[in-house]
């Protein structure tokens, strides 16, 4: 088999061998219910505790205010529809460049009736007009749920959180932010920046997958979005995952202590990236903010051209791992619903690079060199 190098670390991160360390004792000897009363039990409900703990420092929360769940999507989908069921939320406002998961959640109240969606125009990065946001807030059309992303997972644009609070609360709306690329990735801390609703998912910041959190200010008072049990402080019925939980906590702290060596290292890569694209792929353009924007993601257009027109699929044949867009969504043949907002033009092919910590100058020396013989034939050198 020949070489591979993984650039699609915006889809997921790998596992932090310091991570899975901490997560053995709990997938072998440390398995008792968390929910149990006996020694076993209560030694998983202390773990979990002091993973809430430092998931809730890490973030400027209290403990009561953070939530377990099964990762971002679970986490997003929660404080949005229970924003509705249980604060009286009857308008909401988004974009039309959100996750799919806001996307369809949203979509799922409107066709029920449930609420009525207001969209906030985009510029060319995917980014909000905060004037216009400003203009549909001002417009008392009800119990307000503003929803927009941190950063988007395509184009890696950040909005200004920071600036979008105080819009909310000027305007007394409800605040929810899919901040699920920057946790892990960027400080945030809600006491500085008041947000009512934060998703995070362990697996996007070197931790195990299927596990996430959410933050809920604590004036939000809702209901269990899963019913059945006390679990989660009877917010989310269900026996923990308690190594998964172990494992967010450890790499989210890890992420944080190192961040700012890994945000240099991966700033580089990305800057040698592009700058490597630029000097042997005539043509090509960036999509996403130049500055304000994740440091991990570099999406690409490419020219129009026979060569481009499978790129990804010539990319993983070629040994390198990339996307065409989400993840979530990366078996549709059509364009993304985030280009197709932006007008990225149909006929360019556009691919999400994204770094991570162990990326490496030589990484992308091989995937430049690979795109380079695939523009110029579709001949692939794998060594």
Request: hydrophobic letters at 35%; glycine letters at 8%.
């Amino acid at each position: 088999m020949g070489r591979r190098v993984y650039l699609d670390n915006a889809a997921t991160t790998p596992l932090r061998p310091e991570v899975l360390e901490v997560m053995m004792p709990f997938l072998t000897g440390q398995f008792g219910n968390p929910s149990s009363i006996h020694q076993d039990g209560r030694t998983t409900r202390a773990a979990i505790e002091n993973s809430r703990k430092t998931v809730a420092n890490l973030i400027g929360a209290s403990t009561g205010e953070i939530f377990f769940t099964s990762g971002g999507t679970e986490s997003n989908n929660m404080a949005i529809k229970c924003a509705v069921s249980d604060l009286g939320v009857t308008r909401i406002i988004t974009s039309p460049a959100e996750h799919h998961c806001v996307k369809h959640s949203v979509e799922h109240l409107l066709a029920k009736n449930a609420v009525h969606v207001d969209f906030v125009k985009i510029d060319k990065y995917g980014l909000p007009d905060f004037n216009h946001l400003e203009s549909l807030l001002a417009t008392d059309n009800g119990k307000t749920l503003v929803t927009l992303m941190h950063a988007n997972n395509e184009l890696g644009s950040m909005l200004d959180l920071q600036r979008l609070s105080e819009l909310c609360h000027k305007y007394g709306a409800w605040l929810h932010s899919d901040t699920v690329q920057t946790v892990g990735h960027f400080p945030i801390n809600v006491k500085q920046t008041p947000v009512d609703f934060i998703s995070g998912a362990s697996h996007k910041f070197y931790g195990p997958k299927g596990i996430g959190f959410i933050y809920i200010n604590s004036r939000c008072h809702i209901h269990p979005y899963i019913d059945g049990g006390s679990q989660e402080r009877n917010m989310r019925a269900g026996t923990e995952n308690i190594c998964g939980i172990i494992g967010l906590a450890k790499a989210m702290q890890l992420a944080y202590a190192e961040l700012e060596e890994d945000k240099a290292h991966i700033n580089g890569i990305k800057q040698y990236m592009k700058d490597q694209l630029i000097a042997t792929c005539p043509g090509i353009l960036f999509n996403g903010h130049p500055s304000e924007s994740l440091y991990t993601v570099l999406n690409v257009s490419f020219p129009p051209d026979p060569q481009t027109e499978l790129m990804v699929m010539s990319l993983d044949i070629a040994g390198i791992s990339a996307s065409g867009g989400s993840a979530c969504s990366s078996g549709a043949e059509s364009q993304s619903h985030v280009l197709e907002a932006i007008g990225h033009p149909s006929d360019r092919t556009p691919v999400r690079f994204s770094f991570s910590r162990n990326t490496t100058k030589d990484d992308i020396d091989f995937a430049v060199h690979q795109i380079s013989g695939i523009l110029a034939g579709g001949v692939h050198v794998t060594v």
